[in-house]
Protein backbone atom coordinates (compact mmCIF):
# COMPACT_ATOMS: atom_id res chain seq x y z
CA UNK A 1 0.00 0.00 0.00
CA UNK A 2 1.57 3.22 -0.86
CA UNK A 3 -0.05 6.00 1.14
CA UNK A 4 0.65 10.15 1.16
CA UNK A 5 0.37 11.81 3.89
CA UNK A 6 -0.43 15.70 3.17
CA UNK A 7 0.36 18.49 5.82
CA UNK A 8 0.96 22.52 5.32
CA UNK A 9 4.14 22.43 7.69
CA UNK A 10 6.20 21.33 10.11
CA UNK A 11 5.52 23.79 12.76
CA UNK A 12 5.48 22.68 16.56
CA UNK A 13 2.00 21.79 16.71
CA UNK A 14 -0.05 18.49 18.19
CA UNK A 15 -1.47 17.51 14.53
CA UNK A 16 2.09 18.00 13.03
CA UNK A 17 3.57 15.94 15.29
CA UNK A 18 0.94 13.04 15.17
CA UNK A 19 1.74 12.80 11.36
CA UNK A 20 5.07 12.32 12.37
CA UNK A 21 3.87 9.03 15.07
CA UNK A 22 1.83 7.73 11.90
CA UNK A 23 4.40 7.83 8.99
CA UNK A 24 7.67 6.29 11.30
CA UNK A 25 5.13 3.82 12.58
CA UNK A 26 3.88 3.24 9.16
CA UNK A 27 6.80 3.15 7.81
CA UNK A 28 7.70 0.02 9.46
CA UNK A 29 5.28 -1.96 8.17
CA UNK A 30 6.97 -4.32 5.17
CA UNK A 31 3.74 -3.63 3.16
CA UNK A 32 3.49 0.02 3.63
CA UNK A 33 5.49 2.75 1.54
CA UNK A 34 4.85 5.97 3.03
CA UNK A 35 5.56 9.25 1.95
CA UNK A 36 5.01 13.00 3.63
CA UNK A 37 4.06 15.98 1.58
CA UNK A 38 4.41 19.27 3.22
CA UNK A 39 3.44 22.71 1.61
CA UNK A 40 6.20 24.95 3.14
CA UNK A 41 9.55 24.05 4.29
CA UNK A 42 9.34 24.96 7.90
CA UNK A 43 10.26 21.92 10.21
CA UNK A 44 10.67 22.06 13.60
CA UNK A 45 10.80 18.07 14.31
CA UNK A 46 14.48 17.26 12.98
CA UNK A 47 14.67 14.98 15.38
CA UNK A 48 10.97 13.00 14.39
CA UNK A 49 11.35 13.42 10.70
CA UNK A 50 15.33 12.54 9.91
CA UNK A 51 13.99 9.08 9.18
CA UNK A 52 11.18 9.80 6.52
CA UNK A 53 10.50 10.28 3.23
CA UNK A 54 9.52 13.81 2.72
CA UNK A 55 8.70 16.19 -0.06
CA UNK A 56 8.39 19.87 -0.51
CA UNK A 57 5.25 20.61 -3.13
CA UNK A 58 4.92 24.29 -4.08
CA UNK A 59 1.15 23.82 -4.56
CA UNK A 60 -1.62 25.92 -3.46
CA UNK A 61 -4.86 26.64 -4.08
CA UNK A 62 -6.84 30.23 -2.93
CA UNK A 63 -10.36 29.80 -3.70
CA UNK A 64 -12.06 32.96 -4.62
CA UNK A 65 -15.99 34.22 -4.89
CA UNK A 66 -15.12 36.72 -7.18
CA UNK A 67 -13.78 34.39 -9.63
CA UNK A 68 -10.01 35.18 -9.09
CA UNK A 69 -9.24 32.05 -8.07
CA UNK A 70 -5.33 30.98 -7.72
CA UNK A 71 -5.14 27.38 -8.32
CA UNK A 72 -1.69 25.81 -8.87
CA UNK A 73 -0.82 21.98 -8.09
CA UNK A 74 1.45 21.04 -10.97
CA UNK A 75 3.83 19.81 -8.08
CA UNK A 76 1.14 18.05 -6.33
CA UNK A 77 0.02 16.59 -9.16
CA UNK A 78 3.94 15.09 -10.18
CA UNK A 79 4.08 13.66 -7.09
CA UNK A 80 1.13 11.92 -7.13
CA UNK A 81 1.69 10.38 -10.72
CA UNK A 82 4.96 9.86 -9.42
CA UNK A 83 4.39 8.05 -6.33
CA UNK A 84 1.13 6.36 -7.26
CA UNK A 85 -0.64 5.88 -4.25
CA UNK A 86 -2.95 4.39 -2.97
CA UNK A 87 -4.37 6.57 -0.12
CA UNK A 88 -3.49 10.51 0.36
CA UNK A 89 -4.55 11.93 3.73
CA UNK A 90 -4.62 15.82 4.33
CA UNK A 91 -4.07 17.23 7.60
CA UNK A 92 -5.31 20.66 7.88
CA UNK A 93 -7.50 22.93 6.16
CA UNK A 94 -4.86 24.02 4.01
CA UNK A 95 -3.58 20.66 2.60
CA UNK A 96 -7.14 19.73 2.53
CA UNK A 97 -8.45 22.25 -0.52
CA UNK A 98 -4.86 21.22 -2.31
CA UNK A 99 -5.63 18.14 -2.45
CA UNK A 100 -8.74 17.72 -3.69
CA UNK A 101 -8.85 20.43 -5.75
CA UNK A 102 -7.89 17.74 -8.37
CA UNK A 103 -8.81 13.80 -7.83
CA UNK A 104 -7.23 11.07 -9.12
CA UNK A 105 -9.44 7.62 -10.07
CA UNK A 106 -8.15 4.61 -7.81
CA UNK A 107 -7.22 6.67 -5.02
CA UNK A 108 -8.92 6.62 -1.57
CA UNK A 109 -9.04 9.82 0.25
CA UNK A 110 -9.37 10.60 4.30
CA UNK A 111 -9.53 14.29 5.51
CA UNK A 112 -7.88 14.45 9.93
CA UNK A 113 -10.25 16.28 11.73
CA UNK A 114 -7.75 17.68 14.42
CA UNK A 115 -9.91 20.27 15.16
CA UNK A 116 -13.73 21.74 14.77
CA UNK A 117 -12.50 23.40 11.58
CA UNK A 118 -14.50 26.61 11.04
CA UNK A 119 -14.76 26.59 7.52
CA UNK A 120 -17.21 23.20 7.78
CA UNK A 121 -19.68 25.49 9.59
CA UNK A 122 -23.33 25.19 8.15
CA UNK A 123 -24.90 28.47 6.52
CA UNK A 124 -26.78 31.15 8.99
CA UNK A 125 -27.61 34.17 8.79
CA UNK A 126 -23.90 35.47 10.28
CA UNK A 127 -22.60 34.26 7.14
CA UNK A 128 -24.24 36.42 5.10
CA UNK A 129 -23.05 39.84 7.80
CA UNK A 130 -19.54 38.59 7.44
CA UNK A 131 -17.06 38.12 4.27
CA UNK A 132 -15.24 35.62 6.34
CA UNK A 133 -18.14 33.83 7.14
CA UNK A 134 -18.93 33.38 3.36
CA UNK A 135 -15.84 32.80 2.35
CA UNK A 136 -15.44 29.34 4.44
CA UNK A 137 -18.81 28.70 3.35
CA UNK A 138 -17.93 28.96 -0.27
CA UNK A 139 -14.90 26.76 0.38
CA UNK A 140 -16.85 24.32 2.04
CA UNK A 141 -19.37 24.07 -0.91
CA UNK A 142 -16.67 23.18 -3.28
CA UNK A 143 -15.10 20.65 -1.20
CA UNK A 144 -18.26 19.10 -1.19
CA UNK A 145 -18.67 18.25 -4.70
CA UNK A 146 -14.94 16.58 -4.19
CA UNK A 147 -16.23 14.69 -1.24
CA UNK A 148 -19.38 12.95 -2.74
CA UNK A 149 -17.07 12.15 -5.82
CA UNK A 150 -14.43 10.13 -3.82
CA UNK A 151 -16.52 9.29 -0.63
CA UNK A 152 -14.40 10.87 1.46
CA UNK A 153 -13.31 9.19 5.11
CA UNK A 154 -13.33 11.98 7.65
CA UNK A 155 -11.27 10.51 10.68
CA UNK A 156 -12.37 12.63 14.08
CA UNK A 157 -10.26 12.93 16.72
CA UNK A 158 -12.68 12.51 19.95
CA UNK A 159 -15.99 12.49 20.43
CA UNK A 160 -16.33 16.69 20.29
CA UNK A 161 -14.93 16.95 16.78
CA UNK A 162 -16.70 13.35 15.42
CA UNK A 163 -20.52 15.58 16.51
CA UNK A 164 -19.14 18.48 15.20
CA UNK A 165 -18.23 16.88 12.02
CA UNK A 166 -21.49 14.61 11.60
CA UNK A 167 -23.46 18.28 12.68
CA UNK A 168 -22.27 19.88 9.76
CA UNK A 169 -21.39 17.77 6.83
CA UNK A 170 -24.70 16.53 4.98
CA UNK A 171 -26.48 12.98 6.00
CA UNK A 172 -24.93 11.06 3.12
CA UNK A 173 -21.59 11.80 4.59
CA UNK A 174 -22.28 11.38 7.96
CA UNK A 175 -21.72 7.86 7.94
CA UNK A 176 -17.99 8.00 6.48
CA UNK A 177 -16.97 9.98 9.41
CA UNK A 178 -14.71 7.72 11.87
CA UNK A 179 -13.46 8.08 15.29
CA UNK A 180 -9.98 7.50 16.36
CA UNK A 181 -8.53 8.85 19.40
CA UNK A 182 -5.30 10.58 18.95
CA UNK A 183 -1.81 8.39 19.62
CA UNK A 184 1.69 8.84 21.17
CA UNK A 185 5.10 7.01 20.79
CA UNK A 186 4.37 5.21 24.50
CA UNK A 187 7.82 4.22 24.78
CA UNK A 188 9.16 7.01 24.25
CA UNK A 189 7.49 9.24 27.50
CA UNK A 190 6.97 5.85 29.94
CA UNK A 191 9.65 5.50 32.49
CA UNK A 192 10.01 3.93 35.68
CA UNK A 193 6.59 4.72 38.59
CA UNK A 194 6.87 7.98 40.27
CA UNK A 195 6.36 7.79 44.13
CA UNK A 196 5.42 11.08 46.60
CA UNK A 197 7.10 10.50 49.19
CA UNK A 198 10.20 10.79 46.76
CA UNK A 199 9.05 14.62 45.83
CA UNK A 200 11.28 17.45 47.76
CA UNK A 201 7.79 18.70 49.85
CA UNK A 202 9.25 22.56 49.63
CA UNK A 203 9.07 22.48 46.14
CA UNK A 204 6.33 21.16 43.88
CA UNK A 205 7.29 21.16 39.97
CA UNK A 206 4.49 21.56 37.80
CA UNK A 207 4.24 21.38 33.70
CA UNK A 208 2.44 22.78 30.89
CA UNK A 209 3.02 22.12 27.46
CA UNK A 210 1.24 24.23 24.51
CA UNK A 211 2.08 27.25 21.96
CA UNK A 212 2.01 30.54 23.90
CA UNK A 213 -1.53 31.90 21.92
CA UNK A 214 -4.75 32.96 23.36
CA UNK A 215 -6.58 29.88 23.25
CA UNK A 216 -4.05 27.61 25.45
CA UNK A 217 -5.26 30.23 28.15
CA UNK A 218 -1.37 30.77 29.78
CA UNK A 219 -2.47 33.32 31.91
CA UNK A 220 -5.11 31.46 33.88
CA UNK A 221 -2.19 29.41 35.00
CA UNK A 222 -0.32 31.76 35.98
CA UNK A 223 -2.95 33.06 38.63
CA UNK A 224 -3.04 29.55 39.74
CA UNK A 225 0.45 29.59 40.54
CA UNK A 226 0.21 33.08 42.22
CA UNK A 227 -3.00 31.34 44.66
CA UNK A 228 -0.14 28.42 45.30
CA UNK A 229 2.37 30.68 46.62
CA UNK A 230 0.61 32.48 48.52
CA UNK A 231 -0.71 29.92 50.67
CA UNK A 232 2.80 29.90 52.04
CA UNK A 233 2.45 25.91 53.02
CA UNK A 234 5.15 24.53 50.23
CA UNK A 235 6.89 26.18 46.88
CA UNK A 236 5.12 25.34 43.50
CA UNK A 237 7.35 26.30 40.28
CA UNK A 238 5.93 26.18 36.34
CA UNK A 239 7.67 25.63 33.51
CA UNK A 240 5.84 26.74 30.22
CA UNK A 241 6.87 24.51 27.03
CA UNK A 242 5.80 26.29 23.86
CA UNK A 243 6.42 29.60 22.13
CA UNK A 244 4.14 32.12 20.18
CA UNK A 245 2.68 35.54 20.34
CA UNK A 246 1.67 35.84 23.81
CA UNK A 247 5.01 35.09 25.14
CA UNK A 248 5.44 39.36 26.12
CA UNK A 249 2.02 39.39 27.92
CA UNK A 250 2.50 36.29 29.69
CA UNK A 251 6.17 37.54 30.78
CA UNK A 252 4.48 40.81 32.08
CA UNK A 253 2.00 38.90 34.17
CA UNK A 254 5.04 37.09 35.52
CA UNK A 255 6.53 39.97 36.52
CA UNK A 256 3.74 41.35 37.35
CA UNK A 257 3.55 38.42 40.16
CA UNK A 258 7.16 39.08 40.75
CA UNK A 259 7.40 34.87 39.86
CA UNK A 260 10.56 35.01 37.65
CA UNK A 261 12.09 32.47 40.01
CA UNK A 262 8.97 30.26 40.12
CA UNK A 263 7.74 30.62 36.14
CA UNK A 264 10.50 29.92 33.66
CA UNK A 265 9.19 30.01 29.53
CA UNK A 266 11.10 26.89 27.71
CA UNK A 267 10.02 28.09 24.41
CA UNK A 268 10.49 24.98 21.91
CA UNK A 269 12.02 21.70 22.41
CA UNK A 270 13.07 18.57 21.55
CA UNK A 271 13.11 16.62 25.15
CA UNK A 272 9.68 17.40 26.14
CA UNK A 273 9.96 14.26 27.75
CA UNK A 274 12.98 14.89 30.04
CA UNK A 275 10.89 17.61 31.51
CA UNK A 276 7.38 15.40 32.22
CA UNK A 277 9.97 13.13 33.71
CA UNK A 278 10.85 15.68 36.11
CA UNK A 279 7.92 17.14 37.17
CA UNK A 280 4.92 16.62 39.96
CA UNK A 281 2.10 16.93 38.26
CA UNK A 282 0.74 17.89 33.96
CA UNK A 283 -1.36 21.57 34.27
CA UNK A 284 -3.29 22.44 31.45
CA UNK A 285 -5.37 25.10 30.85
CA UNK A 286 -6.67 24.95 27.35
CA UNK A 287 -10.50 26.33 26.81
CA UNK A 288 -10.79 24.91 23.48
CA UNK A 289 -8.48 21.99 22.07
CA UNK A 290 -9.37 19.09 19.49
CA UNK A 291 -7.78 16.44 21.68
CA UNK A 292 -5.52 17.09 23.92
CA UNK A 293 -2.21 14.81 22.68
CA UNK A 294 0.18 16.36 25.50
CA UNK A 295 -2.13 15.03 27.97
CA UNK A 296 -1.64 11.55 27.29
CA UNK A 297 2.18 12.17 27.08
CA UNK A 298 2.11 13.34 30.33
CA UNK A 299 -0.24 10.46 31.48
CA UNK A 300 2.68 8.27 29.96
CA UNK A 301 5.15 9.75 31.96
CA UNK A 302 3.44 8.97 35.48
CA UNK A 303 1.74 12.61 35.74
CA UNK A 304 -1.63 13.08 36.81
CA UNK A 305 -3.45 16.01 35.43
CA UNK A 306 -5.69 19.41 36.27
CA UNK A 307 -6.77 20.61 33.49
CA UNK A 308 -9.74 22.64 32.32
CA UNK A 309 -12.40 21.52 30.30
CA UNK A 310 -11.66 21.93 26.41
CA UNK A 311 -13.89 19.81 24.81
CA UNK A 312 -12.02 17.16 22.94
CA UNK A 313 -9.90 16.38 26.25
CA UNK A 314 -13.26 15.20 27.57
CA UNK A 315 -12.43 11.84 25.83
CA UNK A 316 -9.26 11.45 27.84
CA UNK A 317 -9.61 12.56 31.84
CA UNK A 318 -11.04 9.82 33.71
CA UNK A 319 -12.10 11.88 37.20
CA UNK A 320 -10.61 10.93 40.22
CA UNK A 321 -8.62 8.29 38.45
CA UNK A 322 -6.07 10.07 36.15
CA UNK A 323 -6.87 13.49 36.36
CA UNK A 324 -9.12 16.52 37.82
CA UNK A 325 -11.52 18.69 35.26
CA UNK A 326 -12.64 21.96 36.12
CA UNK A 327 -15.68 22.91 34.25
CA UNK A 328 -15.41 26.74 35.30
CA UNK A 329 -11.57 29.10 34.28
CA UNK A 330 -11.60 29.44 38.66
CA UNK A 331 -8.21 29.72 39.40
CA UNK A 332 -9.20 29.08 43.37
CA UNK A 333 -10.72 25.76 42.01
CA UNK A 334 -7.80 24.87 40.07
CA UNK A 335 -5.49 25.40 42.94
CA UNK A 336 -7.30 23.35 45.24
CA UNK A 337 -7.17 20.30 43.03
CA UNK A 338 -3.67 20.13 42.98
CA UNK A 339 -3.32 20.64 46.52
CA UNK A 340 -5.87 17.63 47.51
CA UNK A 341 -3.01 15.91 44.80
CA UNK A 342 -0.44 16.86 46.44
CA UNK A 343 -1.24 16.79 49.92
CA UNK A 344 -2.75 12.98 49.40
CA UNK A 345 0.19 10.27 48.71
CA UNK A 346 -1.90 7.75 48.67
CA UNK A 347 -4.65 9.81 45.83
CA UNK A 348 -1.06 10.67 43.74
CA UNK A 349 0.47 6.98 43.59
CA UNK A 350 -2.71 5.35 42.72
CA UNK A 351 -3.74 8.17 39.91
CA UNK A 352 0.06 7.97 38.63
CA UNK A 353 -0.65 4.21 38.45
CA UNK A 354 -4.00 4.27 36.16
CA UNK A 355 -1.89 7.38 34.20
CA UNK A 356 0.55 5.21 33.07
CA UNK A 357 -1.63 2.27 32.22
CA UNK A 358 -4.54 4.25 30.78
CA UNK A 359 -1.57 6.38 28.55
CA UNK A 360 -1.01 2.44 27.19
CA UNK A 361 -4.42 2.33 24.93
CA UNK A 362 -3.25 5.55 23.33
CA UNK A 363 0.13 3.58 21.96
CA UNK A 364 1.30 4.22 18.12
CA UNK A 365 1.23 0.47 17.49
CA UNK A 366 -2.48 -0.05 18.26
CA UNK A 367 -3.25 3.04 16.42
CA UNK A 368 -1.73 2.73 12.98
CA UNK A 369 -3.34 -1.03 12.72
CA UNK A 370 -6.22 0.47 13.15
CA UNK A 371 -5.74 3.24 10.27
CA UNK A 372 -4.54 0.49 8.13
CA UNK A 373 -7.91 -1.06 8.55
CA UNK A 374 -9.82 2.10 7.80
CA UNK A 375 -7.24 2.49 4.69
CA UNK A 376 -8.84 -0.83 3.49
CA UNK A 377 -12.15 -0.91 4.30
Not at 289 to 298: D, K, P, Q, V
Not at 314 to 338: C, S, T, W, Y
Amino acid sequence: MNIIHIIPSLRKGGAERLVLNICNELQKRTDVVVKLVVLHPENEYEFLSKDLDIELCNSKVVPSISGKTIADIYDLEKIISDFKPDIIHSHLFEAEMVSRWNLFPGIRYSTHCHNNMKQFRNFSFNTLLSKTLLTNFYEKKLLLKKYYSCNNKFIAISKNTEAYFKKNLPKNLQNNVLRLNNAIDFNRFSHKERNLQSFDRLTIKLVSIGSLIEIKNHLFLIDVINILNNKGTMSFNLIIIGEGPMRPVIEDRINEYKMQERIRLIGLTDDVEEYLKEADLYVYSCIKEGFGLTLIEAMASGLPVVCLDGGGNRDIIVEGKNGFMIHEQDPELFADKIMELIENKELYNSMSEFSVQYAMRFDIKNYADRLLEIYST
